[in-house]
């Protein structure tokens, strides 16, 4: 069964870091490509980040360039997003989603982790 | 890439039929087939219930299904059941990432 396990939320000030992980389970991580998906309060999901499934290709949504940086550790089997320069606007629920292989859709999700930046 | 647009809540009684729509434009969801559904519980993982507008994974009811029609993407759940009541999302893919519409609520009644 895949499983997609989110950590690190929490509160934090503005201006400030957080280094977010999901960890993965029931399936060859190191093959497939994954993504953080966030919602915030009361809004749609946004797309925030991907990762290609050695490292080579990312890609980030204009609202996080050059704040963000998505990475993985296969031998790990886990992702992260490293958030720094944080901001009111970032507040939300972050979700790891993992992108399918057969079709342009992402497939599996976690239970997302929260962040609160506020001072 | 704009966003994609759905009503805010949709609602329907046990066993009826409901349709929620997805609507794009003439550049996106009109020109593409990468159009998924996913239905969120809150507090839980989202679910993926359609991709490429009506394709159903592996483990989904066969309640549920996808269209598309110009440039609004459809998602019709028959037979309501209780458990449906949730949000839901469509997302389309075009140029290497996914573009979600702001979702709606479905309340069965």
């Known amino acids: 069964e895949v499983q997609l396990v989110e950590s690190g939320g929490g509160l934090v000030q503005p201006g400030g870091s957080l280094r977010l992980s999901c960890a993965a389970s029931?399936?060859?991580?190191?093959?497939?490509?994954m993504n953080w998906v966030r919602q915030a309060p009361g809004k749609g999901l946004e797309w925030v980040s991907y990762?290609?499934?050695?490292?080579?290709?990312?890609y980030y949504a204009d609202s996080v360039m050059g704040r963000f940086t998505i990475s993985r550790d296969n031998a790990k089997n886990s992702l992260y997003l490293q958030m720094n320069s944080l901001r009111d606007e970032d507040t939300a629920m972050y979700y790891c989603a993992r992108e399918s292989k057969a079709a342009a859709t992402v497939d599996y999700w976690g239970q997302g982790t929260l962040v609160t930046v506020s001072s | 890439q704009s966003a994609l647009t759905q009503p805010a809540s949709v609602s329907g009684s046990p066993g009826q039929s409901i349709t929620i729509s997805c609507t794009g434009t003439?550049?996106?969801?009109?020109?593409?087939?990468?159009v998924s559904w996913f239905q969120h519980h809150p507090g839980k993982a989202p679910k993926l219930m359609i991709y490429d507008v009506s394709e159903r994974p592996s483990g989904v009811s066969n309640r549920f299904s996808g269209s598309k029609s110009g440039n609004t993407a459809s998602l019709t759940i028959s037979g309501l059941q209780a458990e449906d009541e949730a949000d839901y999302y469509c997302s389309l893919y075009t140029s290497g990432s996914p573009v979600f519409g702001g979702g709606t609520k479905l309340t069965v009644l």
């Open positions: 990762i290609s499934s050695s490292s080579n290709t990312i």
């Open positions: 029931g399936f060859t991580f190191s093959s497939d490509s």
């Open positions: 003439s550049s996106d969801v009109h020109g593409y087939n990468y």
